[in-house]
Nanobody
Framework: QLVESGGGLVQAGGSLRLSCAAS????????MAWFRQAPGKERDFVAG????????YYVDSVKGRFTISRDNAQNTVYLQMNSLKPEDTAVYYC???????????????????WGQGTQVTVSS
């Protein structure tokens, strides 16, 4: 299971940190990632991290502003979001995938486990 926390309302330029706690079969997943979904839009990849190599991958629109990291002892993945923009407003989902692949998966259908989502709203 995956449980997200840390969403909320913030002004443009502000920061938020999302957390995703893994339990059960999601512990030891090969990859963990954050996706987001705005109203009427598809669920899009934001950032991902390999549990074994620490390799990270980001969508271009968040590079330099967002940082994905993990705490092995706590089985938790974080998404630090800085310099937030109104276009970052969405429901953010944590995802996990146990199958090892050549690179961090970036498509939603490549992930088998999902959290319930947490709302992030950035006001202008």
């Amino acid at each position: 299971q995956l449980v997200e926390s840390g969403g909320g309302l913030v002004q443009a330029g502000g920061s938020l940190r999302l957390s995703c706690a893994a339990s059960g079969r999601t512990i030891g997943a090969a990859y963990m990632a954050w996706f987001r979904q705005a109203p009427g839009k598809e669920r899009d990849f934001v950032a991902g991290i390999s549990w074994s190599t620490y390799r990270t991958y980001y969508v271009d629109s968040v590079k330099g502003r967002f940082t994905i990291s993990r705490d092995n002892a706590q089985n938790t993945v974080y998404l630090q979001m800085n310099s937030l923009k109104p276009e970052d407003t969405a429901v953010y989902y944590c995802a996990a995938e146990r199958t090892r692949r050549p690179t961090v998966p970036t498509r939603a259908n490549e992930y088998d486990y999902w959290g319930q989502g947490t709302q992030v709203t950035v006001s202008s």
